[in-house]
């Protein structure tokens, strides 16, 4: 089987460069190009992170893409400070190539509109703004991808920024409802699953022990973010494309509070067409949904093992393709 060819969105971010470190390991996967966003860190910031990590990777010949550096509905980014000032738990990692200048929504919506349809697969790990403004300029472009995995939300259980709201929905709730509602074919990593994910300190030792530039890396990063937030989200996405048999899932009508009330950003879903109907009508909704597969398990020593490998496996060059 030729490897798939994938573009991933994120804002890096310590989990993030995670997922990344694992897309450029994965002999199964082709990894075209990376786009950020304004998310954990301002775009200013998590452009130059993605690249390093790349180069850290060997990848040094997938380009690294900047985009929309605020959310749509808002004025400000909403931040934090979770993975540290510069995003990468204060890890001093060489810049060693560029950001390259074309902007992301540009780059998202050429990849898509010149791959064959069906064929290009996206995960999102930040604020899902890129995506939403690809859609908004070049309306049934996300349609066109594979599939969209995405990590944000929190279904069947609390958020982590407000008790509604996951912080990647939370940072840009009314992209995250465009992207939802798109109609691509889309897989919804949330808090339901991610909470899963948790890195025992022996996992992370185990890191450490490998003793390569990369492993070394990537256990001083997580050591910085772990007694914060000890979960692999953004692997969770990435890792499903590796290995399905990973993860399991339903397939829910899904929907995001986008309006500025107590639950902004909350993902709202519901399993049958008579639950849409209810919710809809509790909530003075306009009744309009997505669908999309929730996923909610993980086999989590398998997800470690899998991430432990690949960290170990790395650096491995990559040329442009
Ligand atoms: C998400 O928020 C960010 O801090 C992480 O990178 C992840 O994408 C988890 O809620
Ligand atoms: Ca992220």
Not at 229 to 240: I, S, T, Y
Not at 247 to 260: A, N
Request: glycine share 8%; net charge negative; with cysteine.
């Amino acid at each position: 089987m030729p490897p798939l060819p994938l573009l991933i969105d994120c804002d890096p971010g310590i989990d993030d460069a995670l997922a990344l470190l694992l897309a450029a390991a994965a002999p199964g996967l082709a990894l075209h190009a990376v786009t950020c966003v304004a998310g954990n860190r301002p775009v200013e910031q998590t452009a130059p992170n993605a690249r390093r990590i790349l180069d850290l990777a060997g990848a040094h010949g997938v380009p690294v893409h900047a985009g929309c550096g605020r959310p749509l509905a808002q004025a400000e980014p909403r931040s934090n400070l979770v993975h540290g000032a510069d995003g990468l738990g204060g890890v001093e990692l060489p810049l060693q190539g560029r950001v390259d200048p074309r902007h992301a929504v540009d780059v998202l919506i050429d990849a898509l509109q010149t791959a064959p349809a069906g064929t290009l697969h996206l995960v999102a790990l930040g604020p899902l703004t890129n995506l939403a403004l690809a859609e908004l300029r070049a309306s049934g472009v996300l349609k066109r991808a594979a599939r969209i995995d995405i990590m944000g939300g929190s279904a069947d259980r609390p958020g982590n920024v407000t008790p509604h709201a996951e912080f990647n929905f939370h940072c840009d709730p009314l992209a995250a409802d465009i992207v939802l509602k798109s109609g691509a074919d889309v897989q919804v990593f949330g808090l339901d699953v991610t909470a899963q994910t948790e890195m025992s300190e022996a996992w992370r030792a185990s890191l450490a022990t490998l003793g390569t530039p990369v492993a070394l890396a990537a256990h001083a990063m997580l050591q910085a973010y772990a007694h914060i937030d000890p979960l692999l989200h953004d692997a969770c996405p990435v890792a499903a494309l590796i290995d399905p048999t990973l993860f399991s899932g339903e397939t829910r009508r899904m929907r995001v509070e986008w309006r500025d009330t107590e639950s902004e950003g909350r993902l709202v879903t519901a399993t049958t067409d008579a639950d849409a109907s209810a919710a809809a009508i509790s909530q003075g909704g306009s009744g309009s949904w997505g669908q999309g597969r929730l996923i909610t398990t993980v086999d989590n020593a398998r997800l470690l093992a899998l991430v432990r490998d690949s960290v170990a496996s790395l650096p491995r060059e990559i040329a442009n393709s």
